[in-house]
């Protein structure tokens, strides 16, 4: 019998126990040992829980007693879950988190205090809830460099992105029932604005490239901007608007990172994810693309693989799971305006034919998007440019800018 | 340090010698040790290879060299891949494979003299080529029970019915273009009948459910009989023609195994996989579906998934890995006869009224699939029926054929 301690009684945390409850046998087939749920932490009461004589208010039951092995911290936030995670793994404790804050804002130094206590550290929950994702890259992909990984990291941008593109409803009301159906928070900025699939990219960064990037040095935008004229005219170039977590090694080994709507061509496996639904995609040198879908929110799906993490690290007492990175002061992530990117454009005009014409005079080649018919488009133009800098990009906006053609939006081609 | 052989020189070997030598700090950052290759094994002479000096025809060189603590097999077939690789386990050497028939046929025997030996059979390989699917299945779904489990596990097929689906080609010619392109062998046999992807459903199932389940136990159907009027009506219906491996765990315990060609909606996610890449979705009670894509073969996506194999096995030389399952008598494989499955049938017919009449006598609820206007349409009938037991749908369709309408095809509905 191997005892564990659960940190947080929330939405995770009680799928956790409920999973560590009813998939017993399951998970005794699998350990060959029973999983004992010593404590759970939570500030709260739960005077009707099955395992209410479990439930603490005091860390310390926890990280004093030396059965407990292995530590789930699933409270969220990074205070105090940064200080329990790391008290716990300095006393050789095991933990497992969903935490991606935690991951993301302090993975480095809490993998090294693992690594010097002989413990484990594992986030698999921490990105793309039930989907594989650490372990395979971490594991299975080890025989590949990585250069690209590229995902749909936030299931309520990409619900709300799906009911612009399939339903025609605006931003504000696909928010809006999103919220209604629990999928949003009812503050719903980190998701929105891509703090969220920006904790992640850099999670899933840090792993493939072996040191850690930090969420303030990446370009993060979301999709409050995005607009139904926007999602047709993704329509009319051949694809849709999706919210993309983006990471990839240059050749003079620059990290290209960035978290930003995008233009996803309708034949690539990323733009089929629809709804609620996460996909990441992993390019390896020998593997090619190798793509990953599921869930990647809610309770049981999360708290699952939390409870495999925590098979994992009982199965690790002893040798420790392979997984680190080291720090880093986020020199190596190439600077955005520095980045190349082939983008979609639209603007405002009073003269199409001289609009256009200033457009093919400062991008070069331009792919016109033209909606034919469409009474929406008088006055305005669309256009695909090719890939320059986005520091070029932004210069020629200026001039467009200055001859009165407005631009009212600029969303990023992915080659995906 | 760490002495490896490899056994077998062919696609996947010299694939497995050349990530080892590109890889090798990458290997080594991963590991903290250096992978060397002591032997290859392999009757045929390579004189001119960089690594001839480690070459050997002799099989007891490895057996008996007390060093080499893990062992690949990648020659294929089961003899004398069977002998070799039991020898191995049998003296405590771990051995990683990418024999997807061996897997199928003595996995379950292997793996108990693995157990016995405190060694690991690692075989990530065999199903999905470079796609990680046995180790995200037995680690990051160890929380779930595991319902279903469906594929497109051969990507000869899929590019097959890809040519067939998008090009219009019928069938001879995708093979043709399959065999020259390198995509088919000259004998296609195993691919086009179903058998590759039966034994990766197999060796997938056994994994789910913990014990085996021998190929001959299970339908299998290739796509041999698949026409362009079939792929048409697919698309009439709403989706495509895939060859699915697929294996259901029924409420009575019973297991639903079968390898055939299939209708899949087109909003499926197994839907938009298309020419040689492979798919494979796994539906968890706690997960729900996920996902997982890549190339399913050729040398680099295969070999680097042996590599990670040798990887995780040289972490594991001490602590076994926990991946097992018994043997069985096939048993619990429900008779293909009893399972339950919508099916579409097409049939000549010299009266269409008369014949869709008699069919919505016989099936009850039937979904008319109309080719309006098409000359081929003339003189045959195309309709879906509700899912039914397949004994019934078998009678019923001997009482068609009574009636002088003649079934040309039957394909079942995938419910993906």
């Known amino acids: 019998m191997v005892s564990v301690a659960i940190m947080g009684h929330g939405v ?24 004992y749920i010593k404590y759970i932490l939570d500030l709260r009461d739960f005077p009707n829980h099955p395992l209410k004589d479990r439930f603490t208010k005091n860390f310390d039951d926890i990280l004093n007693d030396r059965e407990i092995r292995v530590v789930v911290e699933v409270m969220g936030g990074i205070h105090p879950a ?15 988190t969903s935490n991606k804050e935690l991951v993301a804002t302090n993975g480095a130094e809490l993998l090294q205090i693992a690594k010097d206590n002989n413990a484990n550290f594992l986030f698999e929950a921490s990105v793309g809830g039930g989907i594989p994702i650490i372990r395979p890259i971490n594991q299975c992909l080890v025989a590949n460099n990585v ?12 619900f709300i992105l799906t009911k612009m593109i399939e339903d ?6 696909a928010l809006k029932l999103a919220q209604e159906l629990g999928y949003a ?8 604005e891509g703090h969220d699939a920006c904790r992640k990219i850099c999670i899933l960064a840090s792993l493939a490239f072996g040191k850690h990037i930090y969420p303030n040095a990446v370009l993060t935008q979301g999709i409050t901007n995005i607009t139904l004229k926007d999602v047709e005219y993704a329509r009319i170039w051949g694809g849709v608007i999706k919210l993309i977590g983006s990471v990839k090694k240059l050749p003079n ?9 995008m233009f996803i061509p309708i034949k690539s496996q990323l733009a089929n994810i629809d709804d609620v639904f996460n996909g990441i995609m992993v390019r390896g040198d020998c ?21 495999a993490d925590i098979v994992d ?104």
């Open 12 to 35: 995770v945390g009680s799928g956790v126990s409920e999973i560590l409850t009813t998939h017993k046998n399951k998970l005794f087939n699998s350990l060959g040992e029973e999983i």
């Open 82 to 96: 940064y200080e329990y995670v790391k008290a716990c793994l300095a006393s050789g404790k095991s933990v497992v």
């Open 147 to 158: 250069s690209e990984i590229a995902g749909i990291l936030n299931g309520t941008t990409n």
């Open 168 to 173: 025609g409803m605006d931003f504000k009301d």
């Open 185 to 192: 928070e009812r503050n719903p900025e980190a998701d929105i």
């Open 253 to 261: 080994k620059k990290i290209d990172i960035i978290v930003a709507p």
């Open 287 to 307: 593997t090619g693309d190798v793509v990953f879908y599921g869930k990647g929110a809610g309770k049981l799906p999360t708290a699952s693989a939390v409870v």
């Open 313 to 416: 690290s009982i199965k690790h007492l002893k040798t420790r799971k392979y997984l680190y990175w080291v720090d880093s002061d986020n020199s190596s992530v190439l600077d955005y305006k520095e980045s190349v990117t082939a983008m979609y454009i639209r603007a405002n005009t009073e003269d199409k034919d001289l609009a256009y014409n200033k457009a093919k005079e400062l991008f070069g080649d331009i792919h016109i998007l033209d909606n034919t018919g469409s009474e929406s488009q008088k006055g305005e133009i669309a256009f695909v440019i090719e890939p320059m800098k986005y520091a070029d990009i932004a210069a020629k906006i200026a001039v467009l800018e200055n001859e009165n053609i407005c631009v009212q939006s600029q969303i990023r081609i992915g080659d995906l």
